[in-house]
């Protein structure tokens, strides 16, 4: 048989929402200069040296103008006390960043497999521990499923796949649309999930080739989106909701809680509000993973606890997220 010849590139103008992620924000300068706070803010270059700035305009845009504690910015800025170094706080806080980095199944929790689809993602969060395994960069080729597939396909207690990364929506559709081509041939999976932040920080990710495979999916849909601050929610992002919703997903939020970001009563709460406005749910409220680099954002687990019930005493119950802390080797998130 005579193998096919590739396909000659095709110079394809890149759609909107990749036009917008080129254009991402990456000097810390133009971020400050943007935002009314030049030469105001110490900038780090180390930390930007080790985990770069990138941020989609749209993002900065819900920023506040000339508010250096903006909740938003500090979530994206590279500081100084980045480079102070922490005890407990090590490169692989939950065991397995390494094998998360790569590309592969991780299968630690009873019938769920995550698929680390890919390791871009649009923004790049201080507080993660993708800060020391940024360099998968470039989106991953359909082939380096290969193996993923292999293994889902094994072992017919995995019932339910969740595409993570990095950012699983940072793949282009066509992308997408392979793997869950593929996925369809296994008989034992019954649900598919997918963890991803775009649908907050670059809403026009969910444009109509999106929710078209979306809708063409045969299983039972969630989409867990991650947004730590209801400042982050904005008309583009509800609309991104409701399209998503249309498509038939359930949405849920995860946040992680983080000093200065969303470490009071009244910010969890909005943003649990907030996100139901916008017909998302909240899933996981995390601890910190102790990722070296972002101890500066560590909430005390008695601090965590004490606002949870606060958030309690104040909330329905559906809009009280489970508080959890992930533990290398544990059968399931571990509740405070
Ligand atoms: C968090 C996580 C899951 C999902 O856990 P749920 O409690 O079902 O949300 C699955 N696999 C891995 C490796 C995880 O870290
Ligand atoms: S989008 Fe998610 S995976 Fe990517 S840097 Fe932010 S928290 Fe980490």
Redesign the pocket.
């Known amino acids: 048989m005579i193998p096919a010849a590739p396909l000659p590139m095709q110079p394809t103008r890149p759609l909107r929402w990749q036009q917008l992620w080129r254009d991402a924000i990456r000097d810390p300068r133009e971020l400050l200069d943007l935002l009314g706070l030049g030469g105001t803010m110490p900038l780090s270059d180390a930390a930007a040296a080790q985990f770069p700035l990138r941020v989609p305009r749209g993002f900065v845009a819900r920023m506040r103008h000339g508010d250096r504690h903006d909740p938003l910015l500090r979530q994206v800025l590279p500081v100084d006390e980045e480079s102070r170094v922490v005890p407990g706080f090590g490169l692989d806080a ?1 065991g ?1 960043a390494a094998a ?1 980095a790569g590309h592969g199944v ?4 009873n019938g ?3 698929l680390v689809a890919t390791g871009s993602c649009a923004v790049h969060c201080r507080y993660c521990f993708r800060r020391h395994f940024p360099y998968a960069d470039e989106t991953a080729a359909a082939g380096d499923w290969h193996e993923a597939l292999q293994a889902i396909r094994a072992d017919d207690s995995l019932h ?1 796949v ?1 595409l ?1 990364g990095g950012d699983p929506l940072s793949l282009s559709t066509a992308k997408l649309t392979a793997l869950t081509d593929a996925l369809r041939t296994i008989p034992h999976v019954r649900r598919l999930r997918i963890h991803t932040r775009l649908p907050i920080v670059l809403p026009e990710r969910v444009d109509d080739e999106l929710t078209d495979w979306l809708a063409g999916l045969p299983w039972p849909l969630v989409v ?1 989106v991650h947004a730590n601050h209801a400042n982050e929610f904005d008309p583009s992002v509800d609309a991104a909701m409701a399209r998503l919703r249309a498509a038939g997903a359930i949405l849920l939020n995860q946040a992680v809680l983080l000093r200065g970001v969303n470490d009071d009563v009244d910010t969890l709460a909005t943003l649990s509000e907030r996100g139901h406005a916008a017909g998302v749910l909240p ?2 409220l995390h601890q910190l993973d102790r990722v070296a680099g972002a101890a500066h954002f560590e909430v005390s687990d008695d601090e965590a606890l004490s606002l949870h019930a606060a958030l309690r005493a104040r909330m329905p119950g559906y809009l009280v997220p489970k508080l959890v802390r ?1 533990i290398a080797g544990e059968a ?2 571990r509740p405070l």
């Open positions: 939950v397995d998360r991780i299968h630690k929790y769920r497999a995550l339910e969740i993570s867990v899933y996981y992930e399931s998130k």
